[in-house]
């Protein structure tokens, strides 16, 4: 963990849309997954029966409201910038954390930094939000309800940085690596001549040489030839294998084997006995896709019932399912319905577990979701729309192509006209919820409802409708009807197509003249 503390603000707007990584908006709710911890005061200051859900302009305007309050609060270097700004990223190869780490740690580094203080309750506001992978920002308001100014200590970064190692530890994370970091040894340039000579090593290199390989193939076979010591060579050798063995599609890992360095004392390389002849063609060997796997597992940290792995198609699977998808920059990964028990959630893993070996995939599980059943798949109801894309890359004419549009834009049972129906019903259902953010996703859907889904279907019909007017052949999409005329001059010809045009090269540009002298 790396702690950074960055300049103090007037406002907490830009800090805020740093931390979320994207633009603030009233419209977007921030749940306790983002604000993972907050001032203990916050609790005392919101009312019962208000929202416990606050959009991203909301908590801003929370951070601020001391400073609109205090307007005059400054330092005592007459600092007006009362917005504290620290952020915190773990290393890229650490484990996902759950909830309730990312709240401890969350605290712990508060703390450390003077903001949160044990027992005082109207002291600074603050909040730490985790909305990007790796990372949790702490933004605080330096002014207190009362109007007196948080000093945090001179040594705040060193304090968060002891910290962050002690997290570290205790969380078996990635450590930083302190000390400093060794430089790389300069290797001198190599001379015309040195590589001249590595060139020349590898055309005589008798065993994997080019020369070597033509003198094998050749019709006159060499036998008991003894083979001639090449010079050495700087380059190593280096063998890749694939472990194929291990349970877990994650720790299918490639491993190098000990690069063995050519140096002007030691022997040049040679095979073992008995090893056959290869051919450096042949080293792309196919291997099983890594994306076919999947791993259903609970997670032993935090009992989570979790599945990792898969392609597009496996996530649509699992989302069929049940299974919620949780969008991360390095990786996409799914998670069960909050509310579930431990029942609920074993039947909903062997239902996804069923489904996917039933098509093929490779699924690692837990024991209690081990089952030999396979349902019958059946096509999706994307896949008849997607079937209309297919029908345009092949259609040969314009009214084809009009054709299948009309699937989408037909006024009455049209598949955008649908679509708007289910945007209509979606947005009726959010509105008998009865919660504060449901009013807010109602209207957002009534939106793309009237203006993007509705100007998409009239763009969509006026293309189609032109495409129906002008009913030609696509010049480059001809039926081949794969007969030769008899009054074909070219004897190679085994179809009456047309050859293609020939494409002249574009004019190059005028070049403006210059001034007379």
């Avoid at 530890?169 to 400093?180: A, C, E, F, K």
Wanted: glycine share 6%; net charge negative; proline share 11%.
């Amino acid at each position: 963990m790396i702690p950074r503390l960055h300049k103090r603000t007037h406002t907490p707007h830009a800090p805020l849309a740093e931390a979320l990584g994207r633009p603030i908006s009233p419209n977007e709710g921030l749940t306790e997954y983002t604000v993972v911890a907050h001032w203990p005061g916050l609790d005392y200051f919101t009312l019962d029966d208000e929202q416990r859900t606050w959009t991203s302009v909301q908590w801003a305007e929370h951070l601020e409201d001391p400073h609109l309050e205090r307007p005059f609060a400054a330092s005592p270097d007459d600092d007006r910038r009362p917005i504290l700004h620290v952020d915190v990223r773990l290393h890229p190869d650490d484990r996902e954390l759950t909830g309730p780490e990312w709240a401890e740690a969350a605290h712990r580094l508060a703390r450390a930094a003077g903001i949160e203080i044990p027992g005082k309750e109207h002291g600074c506001r603050w909040i730490v939000v985790q909305a990007q992978p790796g990372r949790l920002d702490l933004i605080a308001n330096l002014i207190h309800l009362d109007g007196a100014w948080h000093i945090p200590p001179a040594d705040i970064l060193r304090r968060l940085s002891d910290e962050a190692r002690r997290i570290e530890q205790d969380l078996h994370l990635i450590p930083v690596r302190t000390g400093p970091t060794p430089r790389p040894a300069i290797r001198p340039a190599p001379t015309a001549s040195a590589q001249l000579a590595s060139v020349l090593t590898q055309l005589a290199d008798e065993q994997a040489g080019p020369l070597a390989r033509s003198a094998d193939s050749s019709s006159t076979p060499r036998t008991g030839s003894p083979a001639s010591p090449a010079p050495p060579g700087p380059a190593p050798r280096t063998a890749w294998s694939w472990s194929p063995a291990a349970s877990t599609p994650s720790s299918r890992t490639w491993t190098a084997s000990q690069p063995t360095w050519s140096s002007p004392g030691s022997p040049p390389y040679r095979p073992p006995p008995g090893t056959p002849p290869t051919d450096r063609r042949r080293r792309n060997v196919s291997l099983p896709r890594t994306d076919r796997f999947l791993d259903i597992r609970r997670d032993p940290h935090s009992d989570e019932l979790l599945a990792r792995g898969g392609d597009s198609e496996a996530h649509s699977i699992l989302q069929r399912a049940g299974f919620i998808a949780v969008v991360r920059v390095h990786e996409t990964y799914h998670r069960a319905p909050t509310g579930l028990t431990e029942d609920d959630e074993s039947r909903l893993a062997a239902d996804a577990v069923a489904r996917l070996r039933a098509i093929g995939y490779h699924v690692d599980c837990d024991k209690d979701f081990d089952t030999d059943a396979r349902p019958a798949s059946h096509l999706p109801l994307g896949s008849a729309v997607a079937y209309l894309a297919e029908r345009i890359r092949e259609a040969t004419t314009a009214e084809e192509a009009a054709d299948a549009l009309t699937e989408l834009t037909a006024a009455h049972d049209g598949i955008l006209v649908a679509l708007r129906e289910v945007l209509t019903a979606t947005a009726e259902f959010h509105e008998g919820l009865g919660g504060a953010a449901d009013q807010h996703v109602a209207r957002r859907l009534r939106y793309l409802d009237e203006w993007r889904v509705r100007s998409l279907l009239n763009d969509l019909s006026a293309t189609r409708n032109d495409l129906a007017d002008r009913r030609a052949p696509h010049p480059g999409r001809s039926t081949c009807p794969g007969e030769v005329p008899t009054t074909e001059r070219e004897r190679s010809a085994v179809c009456a197509c047309p050859p293609p045009p020939r494409s002249h090269p574009a004019p190059p540009p005028p070049v403006a003249a210059g001034l007379r002298r």
